[in-house]
């Protein structure tokens, strides 16, 4: 199993930037989609971002579309989310996650698609 280790949160204001990261280790995630959520407090984890392993494509929920921009450094072990024009509603904890089956051919969509999950970083965006 794949563990997972995300940074980078912290405070901004509206209009600013973030990049989280998230370190893996225990093995390679060269061979794995990987994916953000993030969860508000009284809100279901949904889903943020996903980059599947055998193409480099990624997705982006509706709501980030233009803003954020996830990569990935398999030399690393690292996957990234640059968050950028960051808005109060983007105020979350965000998770980064891996595919529950190595060398899947799908795209990360849902919870039901992981098998691993970071422990999150918080992420507070004042008005």
């Known amino acids: 199993q794949v563990q997972l280790v995300e940074s980078g949160g912290g405070l901004v204001q509206a209009g600013g930037s973030l990049r989280l990261s998230c370190a893996a280790s225990?093995?390679?995630?060269?061979?794995?989609?990987m994916a953000w959520f993030r969860q508000a407090p009284g809100k279901e984890r949904e889903f943020v971002a996903s980059?599947?392993?055998?193409?480099?494509?990624?997705y982006y929920a509706d709501p980030v579309k233009g803003r954020f921009t996830m990569s990935r450094d398999n030399a690393k072990n690292t996957v990234y989310l640059q968050m950028n024009s960051l808005k109060p509603e983007d105020t979350a904890a965000y998770y980064c996650?891996?595919?529950?089956?190595?060398?899947?051919?799908?795209?990360?969509?849902?919870?039901?698609?992981?098998?691993?999950w970071g422990q999150g970083t918080q992420v507070t965006v004042s008005s």
């Open positions: 996650a891996a595919d529950r089956t190595p060398g899947r051919i799908a795209i990360i969509s849902t919870t039901r698609d992981i098998g691993s």
């Open positions: 980059i599947r392993w055998n193409s480099g494509s990624t």
């Open positions: 225990g093995r390679s995630i060269g061979n794995y989609n």
